[in-house]
């Protein structure tokens, strides 16, 4: 099976992933097969050759057993991670900036710590499932819309935000994107930015804007079939182009969290942005 995908962090280029060779099943469907054979059973290992242009990796990933203690405790979709930075500002002035990876519990923690400003990085964010991109806009809009789904007939669907579910509607916010950022990610970051919720800093986003629906053949094997299509609030498709960010980084600037308050504290750095302007259009 061969899946074009955001690539890993550093790299550059979409990323193919193959499994070795899948044992046959006489029960199976070919399409069932590779199904079963991609998730693998419990203490079981499926084996990965990753292709990034000329360049090849070996992977191996383990199906690790799954007991009471590891589901009530180990298991996170979206693993928080949180950064204050406090940037000197005029005078006796300070600013202090809460630089996100994952949201709720890290918008509480640091208003506590006197945060007032925030910046959310959806950098090599490839997704994860499309309600989780939905439920993470509602907490940062207000109101409005937050993706159409269109199909050849115009817009089927409308996914909203009411203000229900804000608790960071207010504070100043940027959106930190690469082509590393897909799926419900650039939804996430197309609602922010059509919404005028925040200013998104980076690269042109990977594109992937299309829903499919996989038809099983009579020979095993499946067709995908393109159904219908993200929009934006500002009715742009998402798919092969992406979100287009407001404004650029340097070159330099890190994609790890413990390197991204030492760019903005230091003025004479190549990575630096100037926090009085970052915030504002």
């Known amino acids: 099976m061969s899946v074009s995908q955001p690539s890993p962090r550093k790299l550059r280029t979409p990323t193919d992933i193959k499994f070795q060779p899948i044992p046959e099943s006489p029960n199976e469907s070919k399409l069932q097969e590779l199904k079963r ?20 990796k070996q992977m191996a990933l383990r199906q690790e057993p799954l007991n009471d203690l590891f589901r009530e405790k180990k298991i996170t979709l979206n693993p928080v991670k949180l950064r204050l930075c406090e940037v000197p500002g005029q005078g006796n002035d300070s600013s202090r900036i809460g630089y996100i990876r994952a949201v709720r519990d890290a918008i509480e923690s640091l208003r506590r710590s006197g945060v007032k400003s925030f910046v959310l990085d959806l950098r090599d964010n490839s997704g994860g499932l499309f309600a989780e991109g939905i439920e993470t806009a509602k907490i940062w809009l207000e109101k409005g819309v937050i993706v159409y789904i269109c199909d050849s007939r115009g817009v089927r669907d409308i996914y909203e935000a009411d203000g229900s579910n804000a608790i960071a509607a207010s504070e100043p916010l940027i959106v930190l994107v690469n082509r590393g950022t897909a799926s419900a990610s650039e939804i996430l970051a197309g609602a922010l930015k059509d919404n005028k919720r925040a200013v998104l800093y980076g690269e042109p986003t990977f594109g992937k804007g299309k829903i ?22 500002g009715h742009t498709d998402i798919d092969k182009v992406g979100i287009i960010p407001d404004r650029t980084l340097p070159p330099s600037f890190p994609l790890d969290e413990d390197s991204f308050c030492s760019c903005l504290k230091d003025p004479a750095s190549a990575c630096n942005l100037d926090t009085a302007a970052i915030f504002s259009r």
Do not use: C, M, N, W
């Not at 054979?37 to 090849?56: A, C, F, N, Q, W």
């Not at 099983?216 to 934006?232: I, K, P």
């Open 37 to 56: 054979y991609g998730r693998g059973t419990e203490g079981s290992t499926v084996k990965l050759d990753i292709h990034s242009g000329p360049e090849i």
């Open 212 to 233: 499919q629906s996989v038809f099983e053949l009579s020979d095993g094997s499946g067709l995908a079939v393109t159904v219908a299509r993200y929009e934006t609030p």
